[in-house]
């Protein structure tokens, strides 16, 4: 069993867990994810490594409660444990001195954003992070994230905290300052992720994105989390989750994010009952 040592609600419905995983926390590296089980019978749950301290043993995962087995993982509190929680999966993010980067999270991705930025600042590169969430109650890490930068450059769709507008919008700007990028890196939401390697595409600024598919095995054998890059297909659990934001079929994975929505609800509902 995997022991929840602190939780924390870091926004409506977005949790943090720190839990006790020795042998996970001396390998994670940043961009890499576990996959969990809350109990025997549990879904098998993918999520990007949010922080990890080998020194503890801990690994930090946050999660958004949108179905089922995340609703059900937020009603676990300090004490409680996992039955499953397996990793570090997938390949790490790939680090090296690029020069000058920027680093986009959007919403929850502000969390597996933050070790990837934490690494290209330890690895020498001027780095400017932009997050991004829909309203000031959903934004997190801003501490955190501004420790590991040169610049943060904070917007809320709403516009209810710092400025009004997309992430997109701030890459925009920056771009527009002149100077050159060497590497964007953006993780949040599909349709984000799809936007943001739109903006840099004309610019050919290489454009890195994390994928969270859907998941069973993690190990390369289902083929539930395939992904279309460059027109051959991929699997987001041993070719990723990193992957080139401009050759990934974004349109493919919003439908195959989608392809199970009926059971989620109906699992949700009985959930709920
Ligand atoms: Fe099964 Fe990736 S989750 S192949």
Not at 141 to 161: C, F, I, N, P, Q
Not at 166 to 171: A, E, H, M, N
Request: glycine share 10%.
């Amino acid at each position: 069993m995997y022991k929840i040592l602190k939780r924390e609600d870091l926004a409506p419905s977005i949790k943090l867990f720190d839990i006790e995983a020795p042998m996970v926390a001396r390998k994670a590296q940043a961009g890499q994810f576990i996959i969990l089980k809350i109990d025997e019978k549990g879904e098998r749950i993918p999520l990007t490594i949010a922080d990890f301290d080998r020194e503890k043993g801990l690994v930090t995962i946050i999660f958004q409660e949108v179905g089922k087995t995340t609703k059900q993982l937020g009603l676990l509190g300090e004490g409680d444990a996992v039955s499953d929680f397996v990793g570090p999966l997938g390949i790490p993010s790939h680090i090296e001195k690029y020069g000058r980067v920027v680093c986009i999270g959007g919403g929850v991705g502000i969390a597996p954003i933050y070790p990837i930025t934490r690494a290209l600042k330890e690895a020498g590169n001027e780095v400017i992070g932009i997050i991004g969430a829909r309203s000031k109650d959903y934004l997190f890490w801003e501490e955190k994230m501004r420790a590991v930068t040169d610049e943060l450059l904070v917007t809320t769709d709403d516009g209810s905290y710092v400025r009004k507008g997309f992430v997109t919008d701030v890459l925009k700007e920056v771009i527009d300052r002149g100077k050159t990028i060497n590497l964007v890196v953006a993780i949040g939401p599909l349709p984000m992720m799809k936007a943001v390697a739109e903006v840099t595409r004309p610019y050919q600024i290489k454009t890195i994105v994390s994928l969270n598919s859907i998941m069973v095995d993690g190990t390369g054998m289902c083929g539930a989390c395939r992904v279309s890059v460059g027109g051959q297909t991929k699997f987001v659990c041993v070719d990723g989750p990193d992957f080139d934001g401009h050759l990934v079929d974004f349109d493919e994975q919003m439908r195959r994010a989608k392809i199970y929505q009926d059971e989620e609800k109906r699992a949700l509902l009985k959930f709920e009952e």
